[in-house]
């Protein structure tokens, strides 16, 4: 199982980003996905999952609103969008199948002036 996510960066305040995850050994299409993040010293938190059939969603509060997840079964890909980044939402990214202990090497976002 491999996880490549990216899109992560530098960002002001008010910025947006789109991160991708591609994912690979496992037949992505039946798993719910996930994004997590990690800011330094904190636990790592849930921010969004869609689901495997319905493409429900799910977020976590302090992101609803502002983020989007998605996914692409044809590409085996999950994607997040960020609008209206706070400096709070400064942390490690990762993406994982919900549910396992799966976990790629994740992309750091940074939002600051």
């Known amino acids: 199982v491999q996880f490549v996510e990216s899109g992560g960066g530098l960002v002001q305040p008010g910025g947006s980003l789109r991160l991708s995850c591609e994912a690979s050994?496992?037949?992505?299409?039946?798993?719910?996905m996930s994004w997590y993040r990690q800011a330094p010293g904190k636990e790592r938190e849930l921010v969004a999952t869609?689901?495997?059939?319905?493409?429900?969603?799910n977020y976590a509060d302090s992101v609803k609103g502002r983020f989007t997840i998605s996914r692409d079964n044809a590409k085996n890909t999950v994607y997040l969008q960020m609008n209206s980044l706070k400096p709070e939402d400064t942390a490690v990214y990762y993406c994982?199948?919900?549910?396992?202990?799966?976990w790629g090497q994740g992309t750091q976002v940074t939002v600051s002036s």
């Open positions: 994982t199948a919900f549910g396992t202990n799966w």
């Open positions: 050994g496992f037949t992505f299409s039946r798993y719910a």
């Open positions: 869609i689901h495997s059939s319905s493409g429900s969603t």
